[in-house]
C-alpha cells in the first residue's frame, strides 16, 4: 500500500526556513520521482520541485529556484524540501506526491500525501 506523509509545516516570519519531510513507502515499480506542490486558497495546485529517487535530478519552478532545496535519503525512503527566504506568497498546504515522470504538473502524478500547512506572516 503507497502512503505520503508529509511533516515539518508551520508558522513562520518572512525570511526564515523551514524544512518539510516525506516519508514514502510502499511505491510500486516505475514510479521513481516525488514531487513537492502547494496550494494556497483559491489557486490551483502548484509544482514546486521533484527529484528523481535513483538518479537524485532535480527540478524547480521559477517562483521557488535559489531558496528551494529539494533532497532524498534513500536508506530512510525520506524527500526533504528545505525552504528558505519564506514570504507570505509561500503560504500554502504542501504536498509531496509519487509520480513517473519528473513534469512538475498534479496530473502526472498517482500518489499523494495528505498535506501539510505552511503559513509565513508576522
Known amino acids: 500500500q503507497v502512503q505520503l506523509v508529509e511533516s515539518g509545516g508551520g508558522l513562520v516570519q518572512p525570511g526564515e526556513s523551514l524544512r518539510l519531510s516525506c516519508a514514502a513507502s510502499g511505491l510500486a515499480r516505475g514510479y521513481y520521482v516525488i514531487g513537492w506542490f502547494r496550494q494556497a486558497p483559491g489557486k490551483e495546485r502548484e509544482g514546486i520541485s521533484c527529484?528523481?529517487?535513483?538518479?537524485?535530478?532535480?527540478y524547480y519552478a521559477d517562483s521557488v529556484k535559489g531558496r528551494f532545496t529539494i533532497s532524498r535519503d534513500n536508506a530512510k525512503n525520506m524527500v526533504y524540501l528545505q525552504m528558505n527566504g519564506l514570504q507570505p506568497e509561500d503560504t500554502a498546504v504542501y504536498y509531496c506526491a509519487a509520480g513517473r515522470s519528473p513534469v512538475m504538473r498534479p496530473t502526472f502524478y498517482d500518489y499523494w500525501g495528505q498535506g501539510t500547512q505552511v503559513t509565513v506572516s508576522s
Open positions: 527529484i528523481g529517487i535513483f538518479s537524485g535530478n532535480t
